[in-house]
């Protein structure tokens, strides 16, 4: 049987040609390729997605500290 796990890669357009890395193993004669042009304009992001990259990040320690208060919270469930 093969292995069917999707390989997620980019790739730049040169002169009209993308140049694709497969995995040493792969051995497939025939592929699926789905070609989505990549664009950072800003003007194309969501509202949700301009959101969560201008929202705060957590620092470790915050990470940590919820994540005791949740331990902490089990215990008594």
Known sequence: M???????QYADVVNG?????VPEGFHAKRVELTIVP???DISLRTAFQQ???????M???EYIA???KR?????WK
């Open 59 to 61: 620092s470790d320690d």
């Open 2 to 8: 093969m292995n069917l796990n999707p390989i997620k």
């Open 71 to 75: 331990r902490h919270l089990q215990q």
């Open 17 to 21: 040609v993308i140049h694709i890395h």
């Open 51 to 57: 959101f969560l990259l201008d929202s705060p990040e």
């Open 38 to 40: 990549l664009d950072d």
């Open 66 to 68: 919820i994540e005791e």
